[in-house]
């Protein structure tokens, strides 16, 4: 079994341009949050906020998501985006273990008043990064060593050069031609919601740099603030060791 190339992300960080980049590639199966479905809408559901008359898939379980990631790396190379809270429950050593970790995060700021506006009523549990930190200091005990950190904000603002860096840290060639597709159908990645939290990527055509944007967080409001204040210190401890662009 190959081990399986996991990228942990937050809602709202740009993970998706990520995947879809990877899907490019031509080289892996790629999985778009195979667990989030489930965390969601299957028969051992673990959504906060789940109620009688939310969506339900009979016969989707953790276990059934886990089985087909490893029949997939079974077969091959395969990449995988998604949140680490869906999973925080499984992460023994072992099933740690069949992965290659990286991480992508994102200024809390823009990751709580980007929820707010799609989703309102969204709670400090569904942004993934207090787990996303867990997960880090989990595995830089477990092995040593820290796993690749992307930044939202570094990879917007040079693509090439994080992209490069990143497929050096987990061992996988650069590819230029990945970073450029034609706008279109994002159907693969759109099981949640008929796809409307990617609609900037369907009128997309690649990872294009992009000027750094702010966002004032004393305009959003109350509990949206007291959101970002709580996961501000898992951000600012995991933002230290992001991954550098090489100069030459």
């Known amino acids: 079994?190959?081990?399986?190339l996991a990228l942990w992300a937050t809602p709202r960080s740009t993970s998706t341009a990520f995947e879809w980049m990877m899907r490019m590639r031509g080289d892996m199966t790629c999985f778009h949050e195979p667990f989030g479905e489930a965390w969601y809408q299957g028969d051992d559901a673990r959504w906060p906020r789940i109620n009688p008359d939310s969506p339900r898939v009979p016969g989707l379980t953790f276990q059934g998501v886990w089985e087909?990631?490893?029949?997939a790396a079974?077969?091959?190379p395969v990449f995988s985006k998604d949140f680490p809270h869906y999973i925080e429950h499984m992460w023994t050593d072992a099933f740690l273990a069949h992965f290659t970790h990286s991480f992508l995060i994102r200024d809390p700021a823009k990751v709580a008043t980007s929820m707010f506006k799609h989703w309102p009523d969204f709670v400090l549990e569904e942004t993934a990064i207090p787990e996303q930190r867990e997960l880090f200091d989990r595995l830089c005990d477990l092995h040593g060593e820290i796993p690749p950190v992307?930044?939202?904000?570094?990879?917007?603002?040079?693509?090439?050069?994080?992209?490069?860096?990143?497929?050096?840290?987990?061992?996988?060639p650069f590819m230029t031609a990945a970073l450029?597709?034609?706008?279109?159908?994002?159907?693969?990645?759109?099981w949640y919601d008929g796809g409307s939290w990617h609609a900037n990527?369907?009128?997309?055509d690649g990872l294009k740099p992009q000027p750094r944007t702010y966002i004032e967080i004393s305009?959003?409001?109350?509990?949206?603030?007291?959101?970002?204040?709580t996961v501000l210190p898992h951000y600012e401890a995991m933002h230290k060791h992001r991954?550098?662009?090489r100069t030459q």
Do not use: F
């Open 150 to 172: 992307i930044d939202s904000d570094d990879l917007l603002e040079d693509p090439v050069g994080l992209v490069a860096a990143y497929c050096d840290a987990v061992n996988i």
């Open 201 to 204: 990527l369907r009128t997309s």
């Open 74 to 76: 079974a077969q091959g």
């Open 219 to 229: 305009d959003a409001p109350d509990r949206v603030q007291e959101i970002y204040h």
């Open 1 to 4: 079994m190959n081990k399986i």
């Open 68 to 71: 087909k990631l490893r029949a």
């Open 180 to 190: 450029s597709w034609e706008p279109g159908d994002r159907s693969d990645v759109s």
């Open 243 to 245: 991954l550098r662009v």
